[in-house]
């Protein structure tokens, strides 16, 4: 399965879910058959994934936005990667790459909210390497909502840091 740079992590477990269905109904009579022999897996390369604490969701703004733009994909089935705006918790559900180049004295800093190019409601987050372009966001006690929605509810400022505390 191609990946691309948008899918995220709950898009990535359906695809997996439907290509698995599909092997399991294909292979599973093979195997009942005896065509398959089952092979034990390598001790050697056994790696065991902790669990994903709730601060290692948290936004470092300081990070490149590629890290960033992962991250938030990564954790899209939870626990979902947040930040703070104006003192308030904000989870990003969904970002892409402005730019991966150049590098910014203040990470987090709002540097576009607005009608962007192409008349398209943009915010656009300094990061530690390149910009973040915010597409999705939840304020803090309130629903998912388009960029657009947040920008005209929350009217956030060109300046202002996000993960300030």
């Not at 698995?20 to 398959?36: M, S, T, V």
């Not at 056994?46 to 990070?63: F, G, H, L, M, N």
Request: aromatic share 6%.
């Amino acid at each position: 399965m191609k990946l691309d740079d948008e899918i995220n992590a709950l898009q990535l477990h359906d695809a997996l879910k439907d290509l698995g269905a599909d092997l399991l109904a294909n292979d599973y009579i093979d195997y009942l058959r005896g065509n398959l022999v089952p092979v034990p897996q390598n001790e050697e390369f056994v790696t065991i994934a902790p669990k994903i604490d709730k601060a290692e969701a948290r936004i470092d703004w300081s990070k490149s936005a590629r890290e960033i733009h992962n991250r938030v994909r990564g954790l899209a089935m939870g626990p979902f990667a947040f930040t703070t705006s104006n003192g308030q918790q904000l989870k990003l559900h969904k970002t892409v790459i402005a730019s991966e180049t150049g590098s910014n004295p203040q990470p987090g800093k709002i540097l576009f909210s607005g009608l962007g190019e192409g008349n398209v409601w943009t915010l656009e987050v300094a990061c530690g390497e390149g910009t973040l372009r915010l597409l999705e966001v939840q304020p803090e006690s309130r629903a998912r909502m388009a960029i657009k929605d947040f920008i005209t509810g929350y009217s956030p400022s060109v300046g202002s840091v996000m993960g300030a505390t």
